[in-house]
């Protein structure tokens, strides 16, 4: 087994509010190259706060309180992601790590074509391309997610929400990262969308090589489509497995209330195509 790209090591996070919140509890967490972990829990367990905590893009009143981020560089190396700062800090969430949020109406700016705010990313990050070796990079990754480069003079409105959501995605490939962070990436768009969307992360995946960590709260997605799965209580990660165990032996008992909570995973959700349909398990309780 490969060494791990990400290791989250006894990571803790609270909220410094009047009533102290602890967002992230104790969590231990590895990513592997080319893997897809999944983080499963329902509204507000910490999903969002351990995602902004590994991009340091968590602020003020949420405060680290514990433990360490290690990542795996390149060359061997092992950077200390939570010593982080300057320009080491933003070569690093690009470069490294990207992120793809949920909302892309909101990520990107409206007043902007899609062109000039994937070019963006270059002119922060890759100063020595001229303008148009930028328009046809910016073209080749809409392309890349299957958007056709005549979309570049486009402005946000004028695309689908599915649109918006893969320009989002290949600006978070623009750098080649070696992890991506996906926040909810598809929970705002309709199944058929969201479907067609995750086979193409997974496409992408296979091509660039680069590793997902997938966080949502819809469970029968996460089985389907990651390497391994962890469930998050509270804070905690209270188990991480994968789909496989999760499924057939789920050791903690919110993993099990989760599992329970599917309709069915035989027939009746929209889970088309999923290897537990196709085998034919009964799996609800
Ligand atoms: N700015 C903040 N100030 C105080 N508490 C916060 C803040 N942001 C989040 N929290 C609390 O931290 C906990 C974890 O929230 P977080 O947003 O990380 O959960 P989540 O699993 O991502 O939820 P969601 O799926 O709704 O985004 C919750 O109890 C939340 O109320």
Redesign the pocket.
């Known amino acids: 087994m490969s060494a791990p790209l990400l290791s989250i090591r006894n990571l803790t996070v609270d909220?410094q509010?009047d009533s102290p919140?602890r967002?992230v509890n104790n969590v231990f967490l590895d990513i592997r190259p080319g893997e897809i972990v999944g983080l499963a829990?329902e509204?507000?367990?910490?999903?969002?706060?351990?995602a902004y905590t590994v991009t340091r893009l968590l602020q003020a009143?949420?405060e680290i309180t514990g433990g360490s981020i290690e990542w795996r560089r390149d060359d061997g190396g092992i950077t200390d992601v939570l010593s982080l700062d300057g320009p080491d800090l933003r070569a690093f969430r690009w470069q490294e790590i990207s992120m793809v949020f949920q909302g892309a109406m909101s990520a990107l700016n409206p007043v902007h074509r899609i062109g000039s705010q994937i070019e963006d990313v270059f002119i922060d990050h890759r100063s020595g391309l001229n303008r148009r070796e930028r328009r046809e990079r910016a073209a080749e990754l809409l392309r890349t997610v299957g958007i056709p480069a005549d979309r570049l003079r486009s402005y946000p409105h004028e695309l689908s929400g599915g649109m918006r959501q893969r320009v989002m995605i290949a600006m978070a490939l623009a750098l080649r990262p070696r992890l991506i962070i996906m926040d909810?990436p598809t929970t705002a768009l309709d199944v058929v969308v969201q479907r067609n969307i995750l086979e193409e992360i997974d496409r992408l995946r296979t091509e660039f090589g680069f590793a997902v960590l997938f966080i949502t709260?819809d469970l029968g997605l996460l089985l389907e489509i990651s390497d391994r799965v962890g469930v998050?209580l509270s804070?905690r990660l209270v188990e991480q497995n994968t789909p496989d165990v999760l499924l057939e032996n789920p050791s903690h008992e919110y993993t099990r209330h989760l599992l329970r909570s599917f309709p069915s995973l035989r027939g009746d959700v929209p889970l088309t195509g999923s290897r537990y349909i196709d085998s034919g398990e009964e799996v609800t309780a």
């Not at 509204?43 to 351990?50: F, H, N, V």
């Open positions: 909220y509010t919140v967002a829990g509204s507000g367990c910490g999903k969002s706060t351990l009143p949420a909810e709260h998050m804070g």
